[in-house]
């Protein structure tokens, strides 16, 4: 490969090729994101029980645009991924970043059903009440 299409990351020592304008945003992809931002926030106006109360003629594009949207993210996400860390190291400050709060709302989450297998009279306690008052 050319020199001048080789690049030294810092920290690594390690040549690797990139390309000399890498560094530069890629501006398809940025309308991509832009669109897919757009796509989300459209496909956002039904209720929380997934019907278009606004407007129930566009289930059938907005049940469409739920089959590619967050693909299209991984998708661009991807193709701009770049670490400027040796793999073992990346994997250990995505697992610092990314389990440990994952670990730390899982058991807060899962705190009230233990409470309640544990002491079953907090069950009622515990218990929401939706009903509307009178």
């Not at 059903?113 to 079953?120: D, N, T």
């Amino acid at each position: 490969m050319p020199a001048k299409y080789m690049a030294v990351r810092p920290n690594i020592g390690v040549q690797h090729p990139t390309t000399v304008a890498s560094s530069q945003r890629i501006h398809w992809i940025d309308i991509a994101k832009g669109i897919g931002i757009i796509l989300v926030s459209f496909g956002h106006i039904r209720n929380g029980d997934g019907q278009s109360v606004w407007l129930p003629a566009l289930d059938t594009p907005i049940n469409i645009i739920y089959l590619f949207h967050m693909p299209l993210f991984f998708f661009l996400g991807g193709l701009t991924f770049s670490s400027r860390r040796q793999f073992p190291d990346f994997l250990k400050v995505k697992a610092k970043t990314l389990l440990i709060p994952y670990y730390i709302f899982s058991l807060y989450f899962i705190a009230k059903p233990i409470a309640v297998l544990l002491i079953p009279s907090l069950g009622a306690s515990m218990q929401a009440n939706h009903d509307p008052v009178v």
